[in-house]
């Protein structure tokens, strides 16, 4: 049997774990927000760049994965 020490120790490196996946969710998200913003914005502008556009759709779509990858790790295993 292990130490209690160990038990409390993983159990704790979870928490943390869960932790940082939360503030990094924050991040992306609030970041995906800013290039809804900046896309709207440059969009209403004529004319506008579309490569610029087209890039920060791309990013965010990266951001929107990364944000799903995230957020499924923060799921619980149910067995199905």
Do not use: C, N
Request: hydrophobic share 40%; proline share 5%.
């Amino acid at each position: 049997m292990p130490p209690r020490g160990v038990i409390w120790y993983t159990a704790s490196m979870e928490e943390r774990e869960i932790e940082l996946i939360r503030e990094r969710l924050s991040q992306l998200k609030s970041e995906h927000r800013d290039l809804d913003d900046v896309i709207a914005r440059i969009s209403e502008e004529a004319p506008f760049d579309q490569i610029q556009v087209k890039r920060l759709k791309k990013r965010k779509l990266m951001l929107k994965d990364q944000i799903l990858q995230l957020e499924s790790r923060l799921l619980p295993d149910i067995i199905a």
